[in-house]
């Protein structure tokens, strides 16, 4: 058996890339919003069907405009799962909103309703939303909620590009949308993000929030013939030389799901047998969801077992790192925030959970070798 490192995760390279780059840097336009930046705004629209997308720094950038957008302030609370990146809570504690922590449901790590219905107050101006691993929450419930209530949904779908609802584009059927292209994301551009937006109004004015708020984007459209200060914001416009990188990984988006895939498909197949005998929850995706194989993970029945067998893993070669810790618990989820419910799911989950190898260009003999690793564990 090959003893070489199975790492977790590699960025992918397409082949466009360095072609993109050096027509950026042979142009005399390497800050943002030039013609790369365009190009893969239109893609991220044609995948996504969002009617308005705006590429920015990162997931954060993009939840952070979110929290301007939604004009969130000290009165305001808002939801946000435990089991969750610390940006999903701290972009929208940034507007001095009160983060209240909901725990999740363990069948896909994602916002339970149940508890999000027990978070809400007067003072709920908005939930954020993780579609955990690209499988989509369930939205149906969460939506009337947000209905009943009036508050917003914020979909924080950095994992979940491609992914569906119902048929519904992950990151479109809420109030605003998230993505993120960090590194370890399927497609990715270095660090990078975008906002996804239906309403016409919140895109005025996001546009203007990311361009340090000016009307710069109207200028560049010849709307007005000079732009000024028109708003708050901030720089949120990643440079060219990022969006380069980013059109080049989506014009293979569809490779890159291919592969993915087919890791994900494996490892199902592969464990499913141990899983069974060992009491061992593998990743579900519920039948009405279409996911994006962002991540592969399984449940061990305590975190001891969880960690000796990352150790096991780990001893072979094999990295597979734990996730998220519970926001509820953190120093900053303390201070900055409220748990009206212990949110005990989302620390079973945290403790119990194990993330496998899983890029696109894993091929199947290191895949067969995790499989046979992990199958040789007694849990
Ligand atoms: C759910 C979630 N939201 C947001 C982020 C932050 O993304 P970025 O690094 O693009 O800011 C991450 C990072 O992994 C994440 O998992």
């Known amino acids: 058996m090959s003893t070489d490192r199975v790492i977790f995760s590699r960025p992918f390279r397409a082949s466009r890339e360095l072609a993109n780059l ?24 044609a995948i996504t069907g969002a009617p308005h997308a705006l590429l920015t720094t990162s997931c954060t950038s993009a939840l952070e405009m979110a929290g301007l957008l939604l004009e969130l302030g000290p009165d305001d609370e808002v939801i946000v799962p435990s089991f969750a990146f ?21 069948a896909t790590g994602n916002l339970d309703p149940e508890s999000v219905a027990a978070a809400v107050t007067e003072r709920t101006k908005a939930v954020v939303v993780i579609h955990y691993g690209g499988v989509a929450a369930d939205m149906d419930r969460l939506l009337a909620l947000a ?29 605003l949308g998230t993505l993120s292209f960090h590194d370890t994301k399927n497609v990715h551009c270095g660090e990078g993000g975008a906002l996804l937006l239906t309403d016409e109004i919140l895109m005025a004015r996001a546009e203007i929030i990311r361009e340090k708020g000016t009307d710069r984007a109207r200028f560049l459209r010849g709307a007005v013939d000079k732009y000024s200060w028109q708003d708050i914001g901030s720089s949120y416009l990643p440079s060219e030389l990022n969006a380069a990188v980013l059109d080049a990984q989506l014009d293979e988006f569809d490779t890159i799901q291919a592969g993915r895939h087919r890791v994900w498909d494996a490892y199902a197949a592969g464990l499913a047998d141990w899983a069974a005998r060992n009491d061992v929850q593998l990743m579900t995706v519920p039948e009405d969801r279409a996911h994006t194989a962002h991540l592969y993970y399984l449940r061990t029945p305590t975190e001891q ?52 190898p899983l890029w696109p260009g894993l091929r199947d003999e290191q895949v067969a070798r995790v499989v046979e690793a992990v199958t040789a564990f007694t849990v």
């Not at 096991?312 to 953190?330: M, T």
Request: contains cysteine; hydrophobic residues 35%.
């Open 22 to 45: 050096e027509a950026v840097l042979a142009s005399d336009h390497s800050h943002g919003d030039g013609q790369f930046t365009a190009s893969a705004t239109a893609k991220l629209k």
């Open 86 to 106: 610390t940006s999903t809570a701290t972009s929208m504690a940034l507007r001095g909103a009160t983060c209240v922590f909901a725990d999740i449901d363990p």
């Open 147 to 175: 209905g009943q209530h009036g508050f917003a949904v914020v979909e924080d779908n950095a994992h979940g590009l491609g992914g569906s609802w119902r048929g519904q584009p992950l990151g479109t059927i809420g109030t």
């Open 305 to 356: 077992r969880r960690d000796d067998l990352i150790a096991h893993l780990g001893g072979l070669g094999i990295s597979a790192p734990f996730h998220y810790v519970p926001l509820d618990s953190s120093p900053a989820g303390l201070k900055l925030g409220r748990t009206p419910r212990p949110c005990v799911r989302s620390a079973e989950f945290s403790g119990t959970v194990v993330r496998l």
